[in-house]
Structure formats: structure tokens, C-alpha cells
RNA sequence: GGGGCUGUAGCUCAGUUGGUUAGAGUGCCGGUCUGUCACACCGGAGGUCGCGGGUUCGAGUCCCGUCAGCCCCGCCA
């Protein structure tokens, strides 16, 4: 309301509400800046046009206190403007005003400077509804409601049906912790908040919700990043009778759409590319495709070298990979050194690199370099030559490191600022200790070219599935499900499940399979993280409302904390102390 | 579970090699001021140096532990 007047509404009076954020007293005529959702506007106080009264109020106002006024909408003197204001030709020139509330002094600002620094992270949590006043947060807050509007909109469109799912549910083995809630009525028995509505969605293709849309809120109990909060929302999708195309198709347009309302660009068809080829191109399942920057694969080129890491690691089976810096020579030895490093932090041993100089090689690798070999290389003087040998379940994660740090060390220009891309069919399982998982969920459609091979290689068969990847962002996460409850049964089997443990976990998800469950697919979208990627936002926390620490405490209001002894009693449950420490607070204490 | 960074006035920060009474800006309180917009000027109040222990004649500063926040690994789609 306030931030949006302009000089056409001078001449008219107007009855404004909002917060004082800046007072500017000049003796006999004062200024405060009035502040509301909308925005600033500058109010004028002076004995010629303000109530006597009001004017006495008015000079002893405080920051963030809540008032109205009414007053008549002036264009302000030519050389009293300001242009950094949207609301800077005009003021408002306060005839009447009124304290509706009064207000302590703020624990942290919300007025900033144009040199102050946000106060620290904790006290910004602490005391939330005041960092919430801030404008940028009142826009962040504003885009997401607009994106979560667009969705619903885009979906209703298309026919799909918003259907809530329960939040008290049943644990799942797999995947993350689960959140669990204790039963009152059933002494020893737990619920479980949903780490996604995986199943219910499955569930309802088979009730005959042939298109089935939910903004969905999840939990998920384990350790915090800046892009993980322990509660999230996704746009969960999942419709019947598609094939994987139709939902891409569909997200495609989805994105377009909250793209035009973030003021992001997103041209669909966006670029697809296999999970082998991201791997073997970029090292990395999510690539930031706004560098070009690719890896490259030298085996052929470089086993011939008279190097025992090169030579043990061909003749183990790996390969030789690497990343050719045109100019990258001018990277200083503890720059390179650097890159290095951060190949080291993603489990390489290390990186082997030359650099190709005037008088021929420098560094690590250059020794066993021929001239032979830098010409097959396609190095020319200046380039640097980053490699490392081995398993790709080794190198990839180092090289998609080494790729990164290369691209900041040489600041290399961007190809684009929104790099959208699908990766594609990624392998079904994958093996730990001896021990199988699945990549994504239990669920995924095995991709039918590979479902023969199930039963004796299961690693190399590949699901259809997709991520949805956003400047190296994974956006969303998704895939044709399992609707043959045979096949359900097998895959369950292959990840080591005996027949009652399938029928006591999954049993109701067999049944309702059973039943005709027609083919459906789906995705989930993270969309905490789509408008945090949107906003360029440094944290999930900028574009949540009340967030969690990375502690997965709430620093506002205080959760969690203990209970009483009556509600755990009620609970049938029993808190076992950590023992070694003193003077531990007694678990709660019966209300006197 | 592990690694790193941070913690000094309401807020943002400085604080030397361990040395007297811990500073600045801003905010707050009081005063002057009619065109400011980081208003200006004068004066004032404001400190459990996160917490606990240790070393030392002496600790904001060094050591150990601990708590909190942030970033990362593990974990997690």
C-alpha cells in the first residue's frame, strides 16, 4: 500500500498503516520513513499542516512502532527528490497520526545501511519476526507464494488433482531417518512423518487419480546443509498412463511457467543427457552445465607412458581422465596446488598435472610426457593438463571437484546464466560393501532394454529415471514406477528382503498393485530449492519462513525441548539419560 | 560421528608480544536544529570478553573442556 504510491496520487489524502523504520528529526519539521509489506513511503511532519498533538507524538516515535496517519499526498520540491526512492518524488504530509502499538528496541535492526552487515545467523533466528520485516525477506516470502500459486494454477490446467496425504505414516526401511511419533493408543508403536508421499501417490494411480498433483511437506531426519533442511516442501506429480516424456513434458512447461513469474529464463525442450554421459563427461550426476568445461578420457593416449600410477590404474581396469585449461599455465604452482586439494576432499589420491610451457613441460605429470604425447593431448603452450587415473567410482567425484575449482580458479566466462538439463536412465541399484541399494527407491520401472538382465547383473540394469538439474542444482527427481506387483516383488527380493519382511513393510503397496494398477510415473521437485535457485539466494534458510538450524533446532520458538513426565508416561516411553555428563536438567517435572 | 571458521556494548566489528582504566561505528537516552532521506551537531548511559576449568605475579589474548551459530565430509535425493 504504501510503497505504492506515486506522483499521480499527490493531491489526494490518504490513511496510511505500517511500521516506523527511520525517523529523521530536524527540530521543527521531521521525517519518517513509514514502512509496510509494500514498501517505504516518507511521511512529513510540521507545525503548518500536522495537528499539534500529533506533531508531539511524532517527535517521540520509535523505531518499529506501529501507527497510523492520514495525511495529503504532496509532490516534494524539486530538489528535495530522491531518486533512489520508488516512492522519492512524493511524501506524504501527515495532517493527523496515531500510535496503534508501541515497540521495544529492536533486538537486531530492521533498518540496514547501505554499508551495514545482516546481523549474525543466530540472532536473525532467534528473533525472526523482525528479520522477516526486512524487505528482502517480505520478497522472497512473496516469489515463493507466487510459485507455489503458479503450480497449483499450471496443474489445475492440465486437469491434475490436488490430494492431501497423510502426515502420520508408516516408517520405511529404506532411505533416510524417519521422524518417528509415538502412539498413545498403541503402547510401543510409532508413526513415521513421510519422507515423501512415494507411496500414497502410487496408491492413489491405482484408486484411478490419473493425474495427481500435491505441494507436500516432508521430513527427513538427518544431518543439515545449506540446501537440506530437515522439513521441506516438494511439488510432488504423479500420473498414470504416461510414458517419461509426459511428465518431462509437463515439468518442462511447469518451469517455463515459474521461470516468466521469477524473472529466470527456462526455454524448453531443455537438454537431455544419460547418467553415463554425465558421469563420463562431468564426473558428476548434476552438472553445472553453465561452463562448457568437459572432461576428457586419455587412456588410450597416456597408458603409454612410462608412469607406474598411469600404467597399475589402466592395467587395474581404470581409466585415465582429465581436464584440459586452455591458458591454465598462468595458474600459479599453489593455485594448481589448490585445485588438488579439492580433488583430494572428493577421495582421489591425488591429481597428476603438466603444465605445457615454452621450453617444454612443467609439473608433476610432465616427466612422463612425450612429445608425442602432448600433441595427442591437443596441448599447446600455456595449457594445463589436470589428470587423475583410476576406477571411475573414484575419479569422477575428484575430477567433477577438480572441473569446479578449475573453472573459479580461472574464473572461466559462462556459456549461459540458466543451464537446465535432464539426466537420464541412472543405474537401478548401486552396491555398498556387497550389499545392494537402490539408487533412487525401491519403486523405479527397470528400463526395458536391461529388465532381462535383472537377475544376473543387476547393477548395469538402469532405471527410467530422471533428476531435473538446474545450474548444477538438482531441482527434482523422478521415474516410470513398478505396476506389475511381480516385478515389485523381485526387485524387493534383489535388495535382500524375505517374503514376510516384503509383506510386512510393503504388503499394502502389493495389494493395491494387485489390483490393476494401471502404469503411471511421476517426480518430486524440490521447492524450497527452486525459489532459493531462482532468488540466487545463498541459503534455504533466506526462503523459508521459520527454518531450522543447522542443528535442526528452531532457535524462535525454542523446539525441541523436553516434556513432561506425564506426557512421556502417556507416551509409554521412558528418556534414558546420556550418561558422563553432569548436571543434566531432570527430563520435566510434574506441574505444581 | 569427524574437520574447519566464528563467539568482545542492543547490533556490526577492532583489540599488537600475555601487562595499567577493554575501544570504534551504529543503535539507545537527554539537548539544539524547518527539507532531511545513513540528517547534522553537543552531551550521556551501556561490558558475565559464550560458559567452565587450567597455566601465569598477571588472561579478551595461551592450554584443555564445553555450548551455540555457520560451512564442509560422512549421512541424505
Redesign the pocket.
Same mark, same amino acid.
Given at each position: 500500500m504504501v510503497g505504492g504510491l506515486r506522483r499521480e496520487h499527490a493531491g489526494s489524502t490518504q490513511a496510511l498503516t505500517g511500521w516506523v523504520h527511520?525517523?529523521?528529526?530536524?527540530?521543527?519539521?521531521l521525517?519518517v520513513?513509514l514502512r509496510d509489506g509494500s514498501g517505504l513511503v !516518507?511521511v512529513?511532519f510540521?507545525?503548518?499542516w500536522t495537528d499539534a498533538e500529533a506533531l508531539e507524538t511524532a517527535h517521540?516515535l520509535?523505531?518499529e512502532e506501529v501507527i497510523r496517519i492520514s495525511g495529503e499526498v504532496i509532490l516534494?520540491?524539486e530538489?528535495?527528490?530522491?531518486p533512489?526512492?520508488a516512492t522519492?518524488d512524493i511524501?506524504v !504530509?501527515a495532517r493527523s497520526l496515531e500510535r496503534l502499538n508501541r515497540a521495544t528496541?529492536?533486538?537486531?535492526?530492521v533498518y540496514r545501511?547501505?554499508?551495514?552487515?545482516?546481523?549474525?545467523?543466530?540472532?536473525r533466528?532467534r528473533h525472526r519476526h523482525l528479520d522477516l520485516r526486512r524487505t528482502p525477506l517480505q520478497e522472497n516470502m512473496a516469489l515463493r507464494h507466487r510459485l507455489i500459486l503458479a503450480t497449483r494454477n499450471y496443474f489445475d490446467d492440465l486437469g491434475f488433482l490436488e490430494v492431501e496425504t497423510p502426515v502420520l505414516t508408516k516408517p520405511t526401511p529404506?532411505?533416510?531417518?524417519d521422524y518417528l511419533v509415538p502412539s498413545r493408543v498403541h503402547p510401543g508403536e510409532f508413526y513415521a512423518l513421510p !519422507?515423501?508421499p512415494q507411496i500414497y501417490k502410487q496408491i492413489l494411480m491405482t484408486a484411478g487419480f490419473d493425474r495427481y498433483m500435491q505441494i507436500a511437506r516432508c521430513f527427513?531426519d538427518?544431518?543439515?546443509?545449506?540446501?537440506?533442511q530437515p522439513e521441506f516442501t516438494q511439488i510432488d506429480v504423479e500420473a498414470a498412463f504416461v510414458g517419461a516424456d509426459d511428465v518431462l513434458e509437463w515439468i518442462e512447461g511447469l518451469m517455463e511457467t515459474l521461470a516468466r513469474v521469477a524473472g529466470v529464463e527456462a526455454e524448453p525442450p531443455f537438454q537431455r543427457m544419460s547418467w553415463a554421459q554425465a558421469m563420463d563427461r562431468y564426473g558428476s550426476?548434476r552438472p553445472d552445465l553453465r561452463w562448457a568445461l568437459k572432461l576428457d578420457d586419455w587412456t588410450e593416449v597416456l597408458r603409454t607412458a612410462d608412469s607406474n600410477i598411469l600404467r597399475g590404474a589402466v592395467a587395474e581396469g581404470g581409466r585415465i581422465r582429465g581436464i584440459r585449461l586452455d591458458g591454465g599455465a598462468s595458474l600459479s604452482r599453489r593455485q594448481v596446488e589448490a585445485i588438488e586439494e579439492e580433488a583430494k576432499?572428493a577421495?582421489a589420491p591425488g591429481l597428476l598435472w603438466a603444465k605445457r610451457t615454452a621450453d617444454g613441460g612443467s609439473g608433476p605429470l610432465s616427466r612422463w610426457l612425450e612429445e608425442g604425447h602432448w600433441g595427442a593431448l591437443e596441448a599447446r603452450e600455456g595449457d594445463l593438463l589436470l589428470v587423475a587415473a583410476g576406477p571411475d567410482r573414484v575419479t569422477s567425484p575428484a575430477l567433477a571437484a577438480t572441473r569446479r575449482a578449475a573453472i573459479q580458479a580461472l574464473e572461466l566466462p559462462r556459456v549461459t546464466d540458466h543451464a537446465w538439463l535432464w539426466v537420464l536412465d541412472?543405474p537401478l541399484f548401486e552396491e555398498?560393501d556387497g550389499v545392494m541399494f537402490p539408487?533412487?527407491?525401491p519403486f523405479v520401472l527397470p528400463h526395458p532394454d536391461d529388465a532381462d538382465r535383472l537377475a544376473e547383473d543387476p547393477l548395469s540394469v538402469r532405471g527410467v529415471?530422471y533428476?531435473l538439474v538446474y545450474n548444477g542444482s538438482?531441482l527434482g527427481?523422478g521415474s516410470l514406477r513398478i505396476h506389475d506387483p511381480e516385478l515389485q516383488r523381485g526387485v524387493l527380493e534383489l535388495l535382500g528382503m524375505g517374503p514376510d519382511e516384503i509383506d510386512g513393510k510393503f504388503g499394502f503397496l502389493l495389494e493395491a498393485l494387485a489390483s490393476g494398477a494401471p502404469p503411471h510415473g511421476g517426480i518430486?521437485l524440490?521447492m524450497d530449492r527452486i525459489v532459493k535457485d531462482f532468488l540466487g539466494a545463498?541459503?534455504l534458510?533466506d526462503v523459508i519462513a521459520f527454518p531450522?538450524?543447522?542443528?535442526a533446532?528452531a532457535?524462535f520458538e525454542g523446539a525441541p525441548s523436553p516434556v513432561l513426565q506425564k506426557e512421556l508416561a502417556d507416551l509409554h516411553l521412558e528418556v534414558r539419560r546420556r550418561s558422563g555428563?553432569g548436571a543434566e536438567e531432570p527430563q520435566g517435572n510434574e506441574p505444581t
Open positions: 527511520r525517523r529523521r528529526d530536524l527540530g521543527g519539521l521525517f520513513d !516518507q512529513s510540521g507545525p503548518d517521540r520509535g523505531a516534494r520540491p530538489e528535495a527528490r530522491n533512489d526512492l522519492g511524501e !504530509q528496541t529492536p533486538a537486531i535492526p545501511g547501505p554499508e551495514d552487515e545482516l546481523p549474525a545467523e543466530e540472532l533466528l529404506e532411505g533416510a531417518r !519422507q515423501s527427513r538427518e544431518d543439515l546443509r545449506a540446501d537440506r550426476d576432499a577421495g541412472f555398498e539408487n533412487h527407491h529415471a533428476d538438482e527427481s518430486a524440490g545463498a541459503s534458510r531450522k538450524t543447522t542443528a533446532r532457535l555428563r
